[in-house]
């Protein structure tokens, strides 16, 4: 079933182009016939005339004192046509406090000051009220001065500052560290960034000085320290890379420092995981005469390799420690390997999730001994609740009449009453997701997907 929805505009009329057509409109005749007469272009509208009368005189039985006048004082970039269009306060109405409190509501609504008091002064017949408004600063220009490989219009997308926006300390700190980011990411490591808030008589300007050093590329990757596993496999695992031979000897080689960093993450990380827990890795940079390409050394000390000493699994109430067991790959004696401690963990978590303890949770923690390079390695386990499916529901958008709830239901094997599946619940969501009877498409359609409620009344 589709749902139409029609949108109507209407359209308003003002009456002065009935009046500019000579007499045959609306109260047509004199207005600005005459030769002296204001023509229809300078004929001013109602709203100005009645702002230029400082509002209508409009009188009230009651009221303690009549508004002789109201000023606004402190703005200098917001205009004060916009401020009087906020402020219901008006000369010759009678003074209320509480339109004043609303007034100042108003305009601090507005977005542009950071406060707004009022003063009010008791003259013979009257008050005067006067809005004080304190602006917030904003910037009137952004400058980049000093750059030659990135132009301004990459610096501007970067800093994300730009004219008319608030002008504080933070934003412009925050825009120029992002900046000495993207120059970074491009091979400028050595670029430095000053800004300057205010120029002659314009406070609002903003300057970034910008030395932006030579553009930094990788000549050469060396891996140094490595026994177990070759240099090429190493080069293999890491991010950056060195030139590649002939005309495309200045394509991804661009030396990007937290990139590098990154590598020595990655290189610790994949010695543990072989079982070198105490591997650590280091690097070293060497530039050139020019100062623009550089050799990245990678120093590696791998340290011994640890064996598993002892396997233990704690806090399991409903599965038997001997199950448990039964699905792990490391054992007692092995290397220790962080490939296979991950798939013990995932053994582990299904073998309670088919039970119907679908959020249980195993935390690894390895325990290294004193003696023999050894590591005892402790499953730590919270079996969390188990489960029950209690209703199934489908919900189908877009097209029910081609959908009937019995075909979806086919096509999952959980029953109401049964203990929930954890594996069972991904095989099912699989098999959804590869039929082809419904939307896979995430930007016409969510995925389909199937979605545990829990429920304790059971």
Request: proline share 4%; hydrophobic share 35%.
């Amino acid at each position: 079933m589709l749902l139409w929805t029609l949108l109507l505009a209407f359209f308003v009329i003002p009456a002065t182009a009935d009046a500019q057509m000579g007499g045959g409109g609306f109260g047509g005749g004199g207005a600005g016939a005459g030769p002296n007469g204001p023509t229809p272009d300078t004929k001013p509208k109602f709203l100005d005339h009645v702002r230029s009368r400082d509002g209508l005189a409009i009188r009230r039985e009651k009221g303690d004192a009549v508004v002789l006048g109201v000023r606004v004082v402190g703005n200098k970039v917001v205009s004060s046509y916009t401020i009087q269009e906020k402020i219901q306060t008006r000369r010759d109405h009678f003074y209320d406090y509480e339109t004043v409190l609303g007034d100042v509501r108003r305009l601090n609504d507005i977005g542009s000051f950071d406060h707004v008091t009022f003063k009010i002064d008791e003259q013979p017949g009257g008050v005067t009220v006067t809005f004080v408004v304190h602006e917030r600063p904003v910037i009137t220009q952004v400058v980049f001065h000093g750059n030659r490989a990135l132009n301004d219009r990459e610096l501007a997308g970067r800093a994300g500052v730009s004219k008319s926006d608030p002008l504080s300390e933070f934003s412009i700190e925050s825009a120029r560290r992002r900046m000495i980011d993207y120059y970074q990411e491009e091979g400028f490591n050595q670029v430095s960034i000053d800004s300057t808030i205010g120029f002659k008589d314009d406070p609002g300007t903003v300057i970034f000085r910008i030395n932006e050093g030579p553009k930094e590329r990788i000549e050469a990757i060396e891996i140094k320290g490595a026994t177990i596993v070759s240099e090429s496999r190493l080069k293999k695992i890491i991010k950056s890379r060195g030139p590649t031979v002939g005309v495309l000897y200045h394509i991804g080689n661009v030396a990007d420092m937290r990139k590098i960093d990154d590598d020595v993450n990655i290189l610790a990380s994949y010695y543990h995981n072989l079982g070198f827990l105490t591997a650590t890795v280091g690097r070293r940079i060497r530039y050139d005469e020019s100062g623009k390409w550089m050799t990245v050394t990678f120093v590696i000390n791998e340290g011994p390799r640890f064996t598993v000493n002892d396997v233990k699994i704690v806090g399991n109430q409903f599965i038997t420690e001997e199950s448990l067991r039964a699905r792990l790959e490391l054992h007692s004696g092995d290397m220790f390997d962080g490939t296979l401690m991950r798939r013990d963990i995932g053994e582990i978590t299904y073998g309670y999730g088919e039970m119907g303890f679908i959020y249980a949770e195993v935390e690894p923690k390895t325990v290294m001994r004193d003696e023999g390079n050894v590591v005892d390695l402790v499953y730590e386990i919270n079996e969390g609740d188990r489960w029950k499916v209690g209703r199934i529901l489908v919900n189908i958008e877009g097209e029910p009449h081609l959908m009937k709830e019995t075909t979806m239901l086919n096509m999952v094997d959980l029953r109401e009453g049964d203990w929930i599946d954890r594996r069972s619940l991904e095989l099912n969501r699989r098999r959804i997701e590869k039929s082809s009877l419904l939307e896979t498409n995430p930007q016409l359609a969510d995925p389909p997907d199937i979605k545990v409620v829990p429920r304790d009344d059971f």
